[in-house]
T-cell receptor, first 115, second 110 residues
Framework: GAVVSQHPSWVICKSGTSVKIECRSL??????MFWYRQFPKQSLMLMAT?????????EQGVEKDKFLINHASLTLSTLTVTSAHPEDSSFYIC???????????FGPGTRLLVL | RKEVEQDPGPFNVPEGATVAFNCTYS??????FFWYRQDCRKEPKLLMS???SGNEDGRFTAQLNRASQYISLLIRDSKLSDSATYLC???????????FGSGTQLTVLP
């Protein structure tokens, strides 16, 4: 099956710093990528949908100025958590979908811990 | 009301047991449904798609009832390796986004 990678797999940072997470589709072109967040014992919550070459569409309640998404190429999307705070600590997962299929392929996730 | 609702469990069953998970959805525009499996501290992985006609993949059977907006997953002859959280997932209709249920935790005991 299609492979999606995320980097880094985990990060620990101080409050106030910015953290960039990369999501790459390794063997297909992802016209659409999705960013999710999952808190412990909760389900995945969609944060935003990003289409290559256009601005991301954010879900209600997700601050676009805090969670910057860039989808500059068909194989790479980045999520930057700006001025991270402890409440941003979570499991961030991306997924990618090619232009034709319905299946979303998930990356392995990035665990963020903000101290 | 959540768009996709599941019984959170946990379900603790002995090896070899048959276990069924249920899920309801509220968005009548949803077209596609899936069951994903998520292991602890890992990303979700697609288990199977769900069709109105019902579909089977080995020990797993999924069923969709559009009239009742109800989805089910049946696991027969459960194995220790089936222990995971099972996520019921529906799309959002035209937007083709996925909406995840909160998951049902299964533990298969030796």
């Amino acid at each position: 099956g299609a492979v999606v990678s995320q980097h880094p797999s985990w990060v620990i940072c101080k409050s106030g710093t910015s953290v960039k997470i990369e999501c790459r589709s390794l063997d297909f072109q992802a016209t659409t990528m999705f960013w999710y967040r999952q808190f412990p014992k909760q389900s995945l919550m969609l944060m935003a949908t990003s289409n290559e070459g256009s601005k991301a569409t954010y879900e209600q309640g997700v601050e676009k100025d805090k969670f910057l998404i860039n989808h500059a190429s068909l194989t790479l999307s980045t999520l930057t958590v700006t001025s991270a705070h402890p409440e941003d600590s979570s499991f961030y997962i991306c997924s990618a979908r090619d232009g034709l299929g319905e299946t979303q392929y998930f990356g392995p996730g990035t665990r963020l811990l903000v101290l | 009301r959540k768009e996709v609702e599941q019984d959170p469990g946990p379900f603790n069953v002995p090896e070899g047991a048959t276990v069924a998970f249920n899920c309801t959805y509220s968005n009548s525009a949803s077209q596609s449904f899936f069951w994903y499996r998520q292991d602890c501290r890992k990303e979700p992985k697609l288990l199977m798609s769900v069709y109105s006609s019902g579909n089977e993949d080995g020990r797993f059977t999924a069923q969709l009832n559009r009239a009742s907006q109800y989805i089910s997953l049946l696991i027969r002859d459960s194995k220790l390796s089936d222990s995971a959280t099972y996520l019921c997932v529906g799309d959002s209709g035209s937007a083709r986004q996925l909406t995840f249920g909160s998951g049902t935790q299964l533990t298969v005991l030796p």
